[in-house]
């Protein structure tokens, strides 16, 4: 069975901080896709990052990275130097080839960042 | 710039009401789907949508039905509301590749939030 763990369940940070958010899957697939959302206070989910399981290369973007390590099957987070606007619900989900296509989302982690 | 719209952000029903909520997107989307978000449990699948008229159980489907009678909307019904039902319920769309199905990325709605007293 499919599952996404994401263990923090709410972090609060000072503004400038680094903070990580961690992601645990599980599949039996060896064809997937992570990614990761952001939910803002406004609650519509936003895309932020798509993975294949075949491309292990870290990415940035901007003051955002990601870190995908098969071996221990997650794909965390990091925000450099947080400000206040990355205060949100950030979910990690898995997808699977399928004809319709199905997510499996975290039950994601709550970032505070305070000024 | 809207892409997928629904139609309440917010509604109060009482037990036993007929609820509809929609969901429209303007992108062409083939694939559709119906959320439901409750603290602690993230996103759960209730129904999806890959085509005109075609719908196919998600996680918990049970209490609800849908309808997809055009191509841009996709409703969800819950036939005799709960209060268990008390919810975010979250519309999305996207793309069918036939390649690559695992790869498209979901648009999201602003979200229904459901009480039902």
Redesign the interface.
């Given at each position: 069975a499919q599952k996404?763990t994401?263990a923090q369940?709410e972090i609060s940070v000072v503004e400038k901080e680094d903070v990580t958010l961690d992601c645990v899957y599980e599949t039996r697939d060896t064809?997937?896709?992570l990614?990761w959302?952001k939910q803002p206070p406004?609650?519509?989910?936003?895309?932020l990052i798509?993975r294949?399981s075949f491309d292990e290369q870290n990415e940035i973007s901007g003051r955002y990275s990601w870190n995908f390590q098969k071996s221990t099957s997650s794909f965390n987070f990091t925000i450099t130097a947080s400000q206040v606007v990355d205060s949100a619900v950030y979910?990690c989900?898995l997808?699977?080839?399928?004809?319709?296509?199905?997510?499996v989302?975290?039950?994601?982690t709550r970032l505070s960042v305070l000024p | 710039d809207v892409k997928v719209t629904q139609s309440s952000?917010y509604l109060v029903k009482r037990t036993g009401e007929k609820v509809f909520l929609e969901c429209v997107q303007d992108m062409d989307h083939e694939?559709m789907f119906w959320?439901r978000q409750d603290p602690?449990?993230?996103?759960?699948?209730i129904y999806?949508?890959?085509d005109v008229k075609m719908k196919?159980k998600?996680d918990i489907p049970e209490g609800y039905s849908v309808s997809r009678e055009k191509k841009e909307r996709f409703s969800l019904i819950l036939e005799s509301a709960s209060t268990n039902q008390t919810s975010?319920y979250?519309c999305?769309s996207?793309k069918?590749d036939m390649l690559?199905?695992?790869?498209?990325?979901?648009?999201?709605?602003?979200?229904s939030r459901l009480t039902v007293l």
């Open positions: 996404v994401q369940t064809t997937y896709y990614f959302y406004s609650g519509e989910l936003v895309f798509r294949n979910f989900a997808s699977e080839p399928y004809y319709g296509q199905n997510f989302f975290g039950p994601g | 952000r694939n959320y602690g449990l993230g996103l759960r699948l999806f949508s890959y196919e998600g975010m979250l999305a996207s069918r690559d199905s695992g790869a498209n990325v979901l648009t999201f709605g602003a979200g």
